[in-house]
């Protein structure tokens, strides 16, 4: 759990940082740091979707997952927990952006390979250099994102802490489950999460992205159907 409460610290740090800079920027300053933010989360979503190597798996997940979170309005649920934690924290700014700034950046923080290969080699092997690595990128990534979404990326570390801190603690019972392949269609999902954001933050296309988080368990039990479904 140390290196997960290092990535949580380091998060808040460059949230931290990055407020700091943010304050007295012109609106057209604040633009270019949405463009470089937006264009950040593009290149590594493409990075990270480019893993995976089963892409009717991949379109099936996002839409099977796609329709559960409309369903269950899992956007919804967590921008309802961006917004109490504004009221509980920050009444300065405003809810939609805190909350946005919320949900993106613990979309971004914990949809990588990173984070189940990081804790899972922590919790069985105690070993965190892959966290503290996790960490640093982290880090400097909060800079960025909280410099264009403000305070609620900051509050992403939460999202990181029980996360990550999860799977450290089930590592030794999930990680014979957990192949390479599963580690390659879980990072795939997360990189098209990630474009959507990107795509957001270009103003591009708005997506709601949190409605699609459920992607990431239809992910799972299709890796599981592998061998029974070969043509997935």
């Known amino acids: 759990m140390l290196a997960t409460l290092i990535n949580a610290l380091a998060v808040i740090v460059g949230s931290l940082a990055g407020l700091a800079l943010r304050k007295g920027i012109k609106e057209r300053y604040q633009e270019a740091i949405f463009a470089a933010s937006g264009i950040t989360s593009l290149v590594i979503g493409i990075?990270?979707?480019?893993?995976?190597?089963?892409?009717?798996?991949?379109a099936l997940a996002l839409i099977l997952g796609g329709l559960l979170g409309t369903l269950l309005n899992v956007e919804g649920a967590v921008m309802n927990l961006g917004e109490r934690l504004k009221r509980r924290f920050d009444k300065g700014s405003e809810g939609s952006t805190f909350a946005l700034g919320f949900l993106n950046a613990s979309v971004l923080y914990c949809s990588g390979a990173m984070a189940i290969v990081g804790s899972f080699k922590a919790g069985t092997e105690g070993d965190f250099s892959i966290l503290l690595t996790k960490s640093v990128l982290d880090g400097f990534m909060s800079i960025i994102f909280a410099g264009a979404m403000g305070p609620g990326v900051a509050f992403s570390a939460l999202s990181i802490f029980v996360y990550q801190g999860v799977l450290t603690l089930v590592s030794v019972w999930a990680k014979p489950?957990?192949?390479?392949?599963?580690?390659?269609e879980l990072t795939g999902i997360g990189g098209a999460l990630v474009v959507m954001i990107g795509l957001g933050l270009l103003n591009i296309k708005k997506f709601k992205t949190g409605d699609f988080l459920p992607a990431l368990i239809v992910t799972v039990l299709l890796v599981l159907a592998f061998p029974y479904v070969p043509f997935l």
């Open 47 to 58: 990075q990270m979707a480019m893993k995976t190597t089963h892409l009717l798996a991949l």
């Open 177 to 184: 489950f957990v192949s390479e392949v599963m580690l390659a």
